[in-house]
């Protein structure tokens, strides 16, 4: 990567480490805003130089791998080297005079999905060692209509676990819905619209405003129900996610969930007792 000077106005040039999903996704991107961008390139070619004649480079690659593929870098004084990890922190890049790091809040299924999400009002996770390095990622995210919020070393483990639940958690959850609609003959279409209208309750009022159900008005009696009709291996989930909702509800000491539901959770069977059952429950509520 040699044979261009480096550019006296500013970073214009990018290397992209990592041909998949978020390499591609970024590459488009990039090449929209004008960039020069060479790759994506794999973590496994000959990493050496790529930090030579080059303002940015995007490690694009799994996790797991980015310590590696950073260690194959020669280090540049003037470039910036990030990765695009949710969970990792700038240590993973140590060697290097320039760290930064670059999370989209967004998932990127493929290259072209991911640059049209990338580019639509994205959330970015953004840090640097230096104030330069954090004032380009800023400027980056601003050119493309993202907003970026700083997220230090110390807290990207528990941001990227908020950012897991939101997205991963919730196509698991929408995997358990999918599984009993079908002993219902209700087709899954169906629960997505509620889902769909549930989201925009959490937008606009908030999680605890928005909750409805059986867990919201201490309706324990139903819950048990629900836990008998389930087949055993989908039980610990709603309970759990039972417990859960009920964190939500300001006056949840006086309708603390059952201890039968804690067994549930981990594993046991639905036996229960309805005492202490709502009795002013009237079924109000669609869910």
């Known amino acids: 990567m040699t044979g261009r000077p480096r550019s006296a106005a500013g970073p214009h040039r990018v290397c ?18 004008g960039w020069q961008v060479a790759g994506p390139v794999a973590h496994g070619d000959d990493l050496g130089d790529v930090a030579d004649e080059t303002d940015l480079v995007v490690l694009a690659v799994p996790d797991r791998a980015v310590s590696e593929a950073a260690a194959a870098i020669t280090p540049h004084p003037d470039t910036l080297v990030i990765h695009v990890a949710g969970s990792l922190g700038l240590d993973v890049l140590a060697g290097h005079p320039r760290r930064g790091a670059l999370h989209p809040l967004v ?8 640059a049209a999400r990338l580019v639509a009002g994205a959330w970015f996770a953004v840090d640097a060692n230096d104030d330069d390095g954090r004032a380009l990622l800023g400027s980056v995210v601003e050119e493309i209509g993202g907003h970026a919020v700083t997220v230090a070393d110390r807290t990207r483990a528990a941001y990227h676990a908020a950012a897991v639940v939101a997205s991963n958690h919730l196509v698991a959850l929408c995997g358990q819905v999918e599984r009993i609609a079908a002993s219902t003959g209700v087709p899954f279409e169906a629960f997505l619209s509620l889902s769909g209208q549930t989201l925009e309750g959490v937008a606009s009022l908030g999680p605890a405003a928005a909750l ?3 867990a ?5 009696e139903t819950v048990g129900r629900h836990l008998e009709a389930l087949a055993p291996d989908e039980r610990p989930a709603y309970a759990a996610l039972a417990e859960l909702a009920a964190r939500l509800v300001p006056d949840a000491d006086a309708d603390a969930p059952p201890g039968w539901l804690a067994a549930a959770r981990r594993g046991g069977g639905p036996e229960r007792s309805v005492e202490g059952a709502d009795p002013g429950d009237d079924g109000a509520e669609a869910t």
């Open 212 to 214: 409805t159900g059986p």
């Open 216 to 220: 919201r008005r201490g309706d324990w």
């Open 16 to 33: 992209i480490v990592g041909p998949g999903r978020a390499g591609g996704s970024f590459a488009r991107v990039f090449g929209g805003l």
């Open 107 to 114: 998932s990127l299924p493929d290259p072209s999905t991911g």
